[in-house]
């Protein structure tokens, strides 16, 4: 191993352990010595990459960005229809949540800091279901009797709600109550014809690679 | 004024200045000293009041729960059925949560605490939902599309996710958000009949009442 992988990996650890020590006490409450001590690395190797302990939250929140963006990815295969792709794009994200602990707390950290940052998760995800409705609507796959924005409004109130409640009962976080979900808004907002080439339980491709983390490291 | 009045008074200025601190601050960062000194008084009487910052947080909690309990009464006026109950509700919530800064503290505090204790407003507004929701089937306003669960879970959902999204940016949480997620959800729901009795924009009496809040101490 050279030297740039083994601080590559150091890195990788120290955030690892930092989102572990975040979710479970909270930034404030989380000691820097906990973090270098469960990453198995000397204060000092922890100070040679972060300067300070907002250093490491952004660091965690940076890599949450990184590994909710590539599961929203994987979720969207070229020649799905953009419904479905929303569909399995929330899917992706809980699973991403549920199963990694560096997403949770990394969105967690971002949702709850003052939104001074350039990183702003939620703001991504609202942009992502703007989007994915837009083309939909392109698509002709919307329903007239809907307004959109009332859609995405309640789209993202909705999986926003699912990663608030999914905080103390991670069932909220699970394809079942997204499915549900689905079920209850898709033929409200589709055609009838849109309805039956969407599946409210996601057809993600990506599932089995996507559910690595959880069992790994979650 | 007599002495329990005046003790009253101090109490409830200080849980109002602590609300304002948790806000600002959050709850690790907020002083006691600052808490004593926003709300006028020394820091022996906040000791008065007070064993710990914990306690102060509790009393938080709780006076946000007799808050937002109390608004959510007042928009179910007796003679009102059960589905315009649940929309009025909602829009008093949020309405309350946007414009009485204890209500908000004390039910984000409420949501971050582990869970260990007696109160759990989330878990006494999802039971309000699925005791509306079965009185709207008593009464015979739900179409049977839909199975009652999955309507419970996007109601609790979105709602949550307006609250969490609110933190951040207030129209969340303004009248016209909740009825754009009532428009959606209502004509889903409800049979066609039952859908001309309900106004998604909420029929609440008591919004003046709720609203006084906002004005003078929001």
């Known amino acids: 191993m050279t030297k740039q992988e083994r601080a590559a990996r150091t890195r990788h ?98 949702c709850e800091s003052a939104g001074g940052g350039a990183l702003n998760l939620l703001r991504e995800w609202q942009t992502c279901v703007e989007q994915l409705l837009a083309e939909a609507a392109e698509e002709g796959l919307l329903a007239r009797r809907l307004v959109r924005a009332d859609t995405v409004s309640a789209v993202v109130a909705a999986t926003t709600g699912f990663e608030l409640l999914g905080r103390r009962d991670p069932e909220w976080l699970s394809g079942q109550s997204l499915a549900a979900f689905w079920r209850v808004l898709l033929p409200r907002a589709a055609t009838a014809a849109a309805l039956t080439a969407v599946d409210p339980d996601g057809t993600c491709p990506s599932r089995a690679e996507t559910r690595t983390p959880a069992t790994t490291a979650g």
Chains 1, 2 share one sequence.
């Open 13 to 110: 650890a120290l955030i690892r352990s930092a989102a572990h020590a975040f979710e479970r006490q909270g930034y404030t409450q989380a000691r820097l010595a906990d973090i270098s001590a469960c990453a198995g690395v000397s204060p000092g190797a922890l100070h040679f990459h972060f300067e300070s302990k907002a250093e490491v939250a952004r660091a965690v929140e940076a890599a949450a960005g990184v590994s909710l963006r590539r599961a929203a990815w994987l979720a969207q295969p070229p020649g799905t229809n953009a419904l479905q792709r929303l569909t399995n794009t929330s899917h992706a994200l809980a699973e991403r949540l549920r199963g990694d602990v560096v997403a949770r707390a990394g969105f967690r950290l971002n």
